[in-house]
């Protein structure tokens, strides 16, 4: 049988991760120094073993040419066992009725997590799941995490410490940061597509808007930030009723407008060239048939310019779900309050409650408008059917 | 009828149309012809207000063109535009109810006109009408953009180089189609072509362009009798190759019934001989005798450039 170079790869990291890699890190509280775990001493007697069995099993699937499917189950095989186990081993390591010891994740459960997910996504390549499934998929794994939270099994997880510790504040952070995500994007999509329309239109304006959006997109945000304060400021203080609204030099508002600002080339730049890819031919039917020029917007460009303009929502929705994070160093609140908090206390775990959310959540809105702009264009799609 | 009346159209400096004027009666199919760049599309387009005129009226059954507004104008004018030009992200179907949708007809009508138009151009409505134009063969395609200017039952039909990309024996069994429709509807048929041929075939009357001007405009066999400049001559050149098939029947065949003037011509002579003495001594008509002496009936000048273009009928 032949080796698959992919695979090679992948045998290389699970094995440096296995061999020389700690599986868990023990700390007898939440700031000192950690003790790096094995994954034999990490896990019971039982499960290390097991895991070994599976881990290798995976990795044989994966090195030589088999079956993409059969690649596709080994891998899930060996992420779930692996989710589930690294729950196992923070049971196994916490001495009973100490409530101030951690365990978390060390370096070789990442890689071992970083090893099977590229398996696992090269063999969902190669099978060329139709949208629909890899929306299945999607909502598979979700339903595994939920119920793997759910069950407990990750309680003892230093993670899921520091999440008891502020639940509340939690969903309030995630319901920030989802709003100044999506809310931002709304506000781009809204103000963003009749730009990009007028650009279509007015051939003077495009290059003058899109170089000014373009100049945009370079500022750091830190910076834009700073621009933001004094105009947002002043609003505040002169507009009667801004400041009742939560208008404010930092907070809420500055991010918003800041992602805002940021969201604005994508969408109007692939609102222009989508508009531009309308066969010249369509218009010209489109006006042929008897079309008003608002029918013609309706029925025949913004259809046939959809697809373009929905990946330019779909980059927008990425990049705003992980530059919100920004957001809470001006006091705008979500998930990157807990990363720089967790900086500010040197603790790691609290970082990870809010990175891990954050990049599920981009992944997950990735998957969903990959699918989107694909049956979004059955036209084209259908060739090979 | 449409009456076009001393319509020009500049871009900047260039004249792409100048002074054209011509009466297009009703009920009858018109063909434009000229070289690539003659203006035969701008000309055309300026009927539906695609184009406005520079200078110039055109008059729809004595109504300025201008009365109503450019999009309600082109919902009454069917439209064949050059290159299929269906609407790629919509079904067989849906293309050809784009103008009755526009026009606020109901569903049952539409759904039935669209059955009807299909079936008409001999394709199955189950099997195309869910398809997307790019399911469709070349030829398919160009039937279809036909029977979406047709679908709401215009008066006047504008096609530009409708069989273009046709393969020959598909081109003439769609030029057949096009002629029992026009009979069927009674449909006005502005046809823009390059082909003199097809011009000859399909025109009660043919508008010859060159350079934005309109050179002649007359029927089929006034113009190869007498071509009004040396180019509209160059051009029915290009044309002669079916008037060999005339050399190779005889005028016995091209026999009409009804009587004519003047020295006859026997059944044996060639058709091309009997024409070449018709379009000589510019009579519209000659006897035709047989071995015998006997008047069997006439041939005549249309009927001879008919067979001419196709010969087969
Ligand atoms: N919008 C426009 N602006 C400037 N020039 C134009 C425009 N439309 C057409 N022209 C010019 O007008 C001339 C006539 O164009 P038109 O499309 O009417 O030619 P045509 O006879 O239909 O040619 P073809 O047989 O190649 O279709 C061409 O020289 C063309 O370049
Ligand atoms: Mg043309």
Redesign the interface.
């Known amino acids: 049988m032949r080796l698959d170079k992919l695979g090679v790869v992948i045998a290389l990291i699970a094995g440096y991760a296995v061999a020389a890699a700690p599986f868990a890190t023990f700390r007898a509280n939440r700031i000192v120094a950690g003790e790096p775990q094995t994954l034999l001493a990490a896990l019971p007697s039982w499960a290390g073993p097991t895991l070994l069995a599976v881990i290798a099993a995976a990795v044989l699937v994966g090195l030589f040419r088999t079956p993409s499917t059969l690649r596709l189950a080994a891998s899930f095989a060996a992420l779930a066992a692996l989710l589930l186990l690294i729950g196992t081993a923070a049971d196994h390591l916490t001495p009973p009725g100490n409530t101030y010891a951690r365990v978390s994740p060390a370096s070789g459960f990442w890689l071992l997590l970083f090893a099977f997910a590229l398996l696992a996504a090269d063999a969902l390549t190669r099978l060329r799941p139709t949208p629909p499934l890899r929306i299945l998929v999607l909502v598979l794994a979700g339903a595994f995490l939920g119920f793997v939270l759910f069950t407990g099994s990750w309680d003892r997880l230093s993670i899921l410490k520091e999440y008891s510790a502020r639940a509340d504040s939690f969903w309030a952070e995630a319901s920030k940061h989802v709003t100044l995500a999506l809310g931002s994007l709304a506000a781009a999509v809204i103000v963003g597509i009749p730009l990009g329309v007028l650009c279509h239109r007015v051939q003077k304006l495009r290059a003058a808007v899109l170089n000014v959006l373009n100049i945009v997109q370079t500022i750091p945000s830190i910076a834009l930030f700073g621009i933001l304060i004094a105009p947002l400021g002043w609003i505040a203080a002169h507009v009667p009723g801004a400041a009742d609204i939560g208008i404010k030099g930092i907070g809420m508002a500055p991010a918003f407008v800041a992602l805002f600002l940021y969201s604005l080339l994508p969408v109007v730049a692939n609102t222009v060239v989508g508009l531009a890819g309308v066969?010249v031919?369509?218009n010209?039917?489109?006006?042929?048939?008897?079309?008003?020029e608002r029918?013609r917007l309706f029925r025949?460009e913004f259809?046939?310019a959809f697809p373009v303009i929905l990946t330019g929502v779909r980059i927008v929705l990425v990049q705003n779900i992980g530059l919100a994070t920004i957001a809470a160093l001006i006091g705008g609140g979500g998930f990157g309050v807990f990363v720089f908090q967790g900086i500010g206390q040197t603790a790691m775990d609290l970082v990870l409650l809010g990175a891990v959310p954050t990049v599920l959540l981009a992944f997950a809105a990735a998957i969903i408008l990959d699918a989107a702009v694909e049956l979004s264009s059955?036209?084209h799609a259908?060739?090979s059917a | 009828m449409i009456e076009i009346e001393n319509i020009t159209k500049r871009y900047g400096a260039a004249t792409v149309v100048n002074d054209v004027s011509l009466v297009v009666q009703p009920r009858t199919i018109t063909v434009i012809v000229g070289t690539s760049g003659s203006g035969k599309t701008t000309l055309m387009r300026m009927i539906n207000r695609l184009v406005e005129p520079t200078a110039g009226v055109i008059r729809l059954d004595g109504e300025d063109n201008r009365t109503l507004p450019g999009y309600e104008l082109r919902r009454r004018i069917g439209y064949a535009i050059q290159g299929h030009g269906l609407f790629p992200h919509r079904t067989v179907a849906q293309n050809i109810a784009v103008v009755p949708e526009l026009l606020g007809w109901d569903k049952a009508r539409t759904d039935a006109r669209v059955s009807e138009l299909l079936s008409l151009f001999q394709l199955d409505p189950e099997t195309f009408g869910p398809r997307y134009p790019h399911e469709l063969s070349g030829g398919q395609q160009q039937r279809i953009g036909v029977a979406r200017a047709l679908a709401a039952e215009p008066n006047v039909l504008l096609m530009d180089e409708p069989f273009g990309a046709l393969d020959p024996v598909i081109r003439s069994k769609a030029q057949e189609d096009l002629l029992a429709i026009q009979k069927r509807f009674g449909t006005t048929i502005i046809l823009v072509t390059h082909d003199m041929e097809e011009a000859i075939h399909l025109g009660h009357k043919i508008a010859v362009m060159d350079g934005g001007n309109l050179l002649q405009y007359a029927t089929p066999a006034e113009i190869l009798a007498n071509p009004a400049t040396d180019f509209v001559a160059t051009l029915v050149g290009t044309g002669d190759r079916p008037f060999r098939f005339l050399s190779l029947s005889p005028a016995g065949d091209a026999v009409e019934p009804g009587t004519a003037e003047g020295e006859a011509i026997p059944a044996s002579a060639t058709q091309r001989d009997a024409l070449a003495e018709l379009l000589w001594s510019g009579r519209p008509a000659l006897p035709v005798v047989n071995e015998a002496g006997k008047a069997i009936g006439r041939v005549t000048v249309d009927g001879l450039v008919k067979r001419a273009s196709r010969p087969a009928a």
Do not use: H, I, S, Y
């Open positions: 066969p031919q369509a010209d039917a489109a006006r042929g048939v008897g079309m008003t029918q025949v259809p046939l059955p036209f259908r060739t």
